[in-house]
C-alpha cells in the first residue's frame, strides 16, 4: 500500500497532504492550503491531488524543468528545454492543458461509441431472450400435439411417439444451446464494454493535466481501439424451431402426415373438363365417354380432360392422398396456380407443362414427375395404388409419396408465389399429332381423393 502524502508545513510529520501545488512543488494540509484558496496572489498556481513524487512531473532529459508541453509528433510528454533545445525542437508541440482537452474528446467519443455497442449488445441480449423464450412455448406445444396424436394411436405408433419426442428434445437442445452461446457472448461483451466505460469515466473524473496523460487507460487503448474493431452481431430471426425437420428424422414425419397435416380437397366442377364425371362427395373424377353437359364457364379445362380443386393453400403445411389404382393408362396428380391456361390445346394447360404447374405422372407402371414441360424418370419398383402429396408452401417444398409405404418418391423446390390448388388429369398420355396435342384416355378410368377427414 502506497505511504499517505504528508503536509510539507506541518511540524509533526504525519498531518496528510490534501493538495499539491504543482508550481510550489509543495503539499499541503487542509490549513496550510487555504492561502492558495484565498491569496489572489495565488491563484495562477495549480492545486491537484496531492502528489508524493513531484519528480514525475519533471522531464527525465531536464531534470530541473517541469513537464509543459505535449509532442503530437512522437506522442511525448515534454519541458520547455525539449522544444528549444531537445530532441523534439521543431516538433508540433501544445500545452498541456489543450492536449488534455484533445484526448477528453477522444475519450468521448469512445465512450460514447462503446455506450451504442453496449446498447446493441444487450439489445440483442433481450431479443435473444425472447427468441428463447418463444422456442420453450413451441417445444411445449410441439410435444403436447405429438402426444395427443401418439393418444389415440397409442398401440400402433409407441414406438414413433417415443422417437418423436427424442427428435423435439434434440432438436429444442440444438436451438436453445445456439441461443445460450449468442446470449453468453453478449453478455460477455457487454460486460467488457462497460469496465471500458468505467475506464473512461474515470479517466475524464482527472483534472489535472499531467495525471490525466499519464494514466494507464491512454495506452490501453490506444493497445485496443474500438473503430478498429469489427464486431458482427448475428439477426436473431434464425432460432425458430422447425418441426419439419424435428420430426422428419426416421421417416416420423412421413408417418404423421395424414395426421397432422391431412387434407380431404374437393374438385371444382367450373374447372372440369366435359368428358369428366364428378362424384357427388367432389373427390373422385372419372374419364366419360358422354360430355356432361356443363355449362361454360372461364375457369374450365377446354381441351384437357382435368380439374382443379376448389380449395387453395398460400401458406403451412398440407396433405392429401390420391387414389390412382383405377387409372391404368395414364393420370396426373399434382397442383397449380389459378392462373394455369384453360383455354385451348396448347399442352400448358395441362398439369405440369407448364411454369404454374407441377405433377406426378403415373404412365401404365411407369412414373415421372413434370415441371415447366420437362419430365423426369422416376425408379418405382412397386407402384403404388395411392399417391401421397405434401405442401410445404412456406418452405417452397412439394413432396410425392407411396402413401402405402410412405417412401418418398419426388420433391420438387419452388419458392411459391401464388396460392396453389391441388389438381388431377385423367387420360391415355400426351400425344403431340399433326392437329397439335391430344390426350386420350379409357372409358371408365378415374382417380380419387382420399378422404382423410377421419384421421385427423
Not at 416 to 432: D, E
Request: aromatic residues 6%.
Amino acid at each position: 500500500m502506497a505511504a499517505a502524502v504528508v503536509c510539507d508545513n506541518c511540524t509533526d510529520g504525519h498531518t496528510p497532504a490534501v493538495r499539491t501545488c504543482v508550481k510550489c512543488e509543495m503539499s499541503y494540509c487542509a490549513r496550510h492550503a487555504r492561502p492558495h484558496l484565498e491569496n489572489p496572489r495565488l491563484s495562477g498556481h495549480v492545486l491537484v491531488a496531492p502528489i508524493a513524487i513531484l519528480e514525475e512531473r519533471r522531464c527525465r532529459q531536464h531534470r530541473q524543468e517541469q513537464i509543459k508541453f505535449y509532442c503530437e509528433q512522437d506522442d511525448s510528454l515534454v519541458c520547455t528545454v525539449c522544444t528549444i533545445a531537445g530532441e523534439h525542437r521543431g516538433h508540433e508541440v501544445i500545452p498541456l492543458e489543450n492536449a488534455q482537452r484533445t484526448k477528453q474528446e477522444a475519450f468521448r467519443l469512445e465512450k460514447t461509441e462503446r455506450e451504442e455497442k453496449k446498447t446493441t449488445a444487450e439489445s440483442r441480449t433481450k431479443q435473444l431472450k425472447r427468441a428463447y423464450k418463444r422456442v420453450q412455448e413451441s417445444l411445449r406445444g410441439t410435444k403436447e400435439r405429438i402426444s395427443r396424436e401418439f393418444e389415440r394411436r397409442r398401440e400402433q405408433l409407441t414406438e414413433e411417439e417415443r422417437e418423436a419426442l427424442e427428435r423435439v428434445d434434440e432438436e429444442g437442445r440444438s436451438v436453445l444451446s445456439r441461443i445460450q452461446a449468442d446470449i453468453a457472448r453478449y453478455e460477455s461483451r457487454a460486460r467488457g464494454l462497460e469496465q471500458e466505460i468505467n475506464q473512461l469515466l474515470a479517466a475524464l473524473a482527472v483534472q489535472d493535466p499531467l495525471s490525466f496523460l499519464q494514466a494507464p487507460v491512454n495506452e490501453r487503448l490506444r493497445r485496443s481501439s474500438v473503430s478498429q474493431e469489427t464486431q458482427y452481431y448475428p439477426a436473431p430471426v434464425s432460432h425458430g424451431l422447425n418441426l419439419a425437420k424435428v420430426i422428419s428424422v426416421g421417416g416420423v414425419l412421413t408417418k404423421l402426415l395424414p395426421f397432422l397435416d391431412g387434407r380431404s380437397p374437393t374438385l371444382d366442377t367450373n374447372s372440369a373438363h366435359d368428358d369428366l364425371q364428378i362424384s357427388s362427395d367432389l373427390r373422385t373424377a372419372t374419364l366419360s365417354g358422354v360430355p356432361q353437359g356443363r355449362p361454360q364457364h372461364p375457369h374450365r379445362f377446354e381441351r384437357w380432360s382435368q380439374a382443379l380443386c376448389s380449395e387453395s393453400f398460400s401458406s403451412g403445411q398440407h396433405y392429401w392422398e390420391v387414389d390412382v389404382g383405377s387409372a391404368r393408362r395414364c393420370c396426373r396428380v399434382g397442383v397449380a396456380y389459378g392462373t394455369i391456361p384453360r383455354r385451348g390445346s396448347d399442352a400448358e394447360c395441362l398439369l405440369g407443362e407448364s411454369d404454374v404447374s407441377w405433377c406426378l405422372q403415373k404412365l401404365g407402371d411407369s412414373f415421372s414427375v413434370l415441371h415447366g414441360g420437362v419430365e423426369t424418370s422416376l425408379s418405382v419398383p412397386q407402384p403404388p395404388p395411392r399417391v401421397g402429396v405434401h405442401l410445404d408452401w412456406d418452405a417452397g417444398l412439394l413432396s410425392f409419396y407411396n402413401a402405402d409405404s410412405m417412401e418418398p418418391l419426388h420433391s420438387f423446390h419452388h419458392t411459391f408465389t401464388q396460392p396453389l390448388h391441388p389438381g388431377l388429369a385423367v387420360g391415355r398420355g400426351l400425344f403431340w399429332g399433326l392437329f397439335g396435342g391430344l390426350w386420350y384416355g379409357i372409358v371408365g378410368e378415374s382417380v380419387r381423393i382420399v378422404d382423410l377427414s377421419g384421421t385427423s
